[in-house]
């Protein structure tokens, strides 16, 4: 069974960081690129960042450019994404996603919120 779960959420000050992993099980996840999502309250679904399957390339929202840091460890089938310079308007839930080809994804987990608020 496919399993996704993140973790590292929480509320924090404007200007602060935060770390979030994700946990993978199930599938070879060295085999997958992953992506960031997150959904902030009230809307859709926005892309966030995405790592290939090797790690050696990293995509990322222009939104979080250069903020935000998304890396993969194979090894302990973990992904992560550093979040620098927080901003209120990055206040979302914040998912990992497998990705079966480009632009898809066919698991996620149940989320890890992120509040930045003063």
């Known amino acids: 069974e496919v399993q996704l779960v993140e973790s590292g959420g929480g509320l924090v000050q404007p200007g602060g960081s935060l770390r979030l992993s994700c946990a993978a099980s199930g599938f070879t996840f060295s085999n997958y690129a992953i992506y960031w999502v997150r959904q902030a309250p009230g809307k859709g679904l926005e892309w966030v960042s995405a790592i290939n399957k090797g790690g050696g390339n990293t995509y990322y929202a222009d939104s979080v450019k250069g903020r935000f840091t998304i890396s993969r460890d194979n090894a302990k089938n973990t992904l992560y994404l550093q979040m620098n310079s927080l901003k209120p308007e990055d206040t979302a839930v914040y998912y990992c996603?497998?990705?079966?080809?480009?632009?898809?994804?066919?698991?996620w987990g149940k989320g890890t919120l992120v509040t930045v608020s003063s």
């Open positions: 996603a497998k990705v079966p080809y480009s632009y898809a994804m066919d698991y």
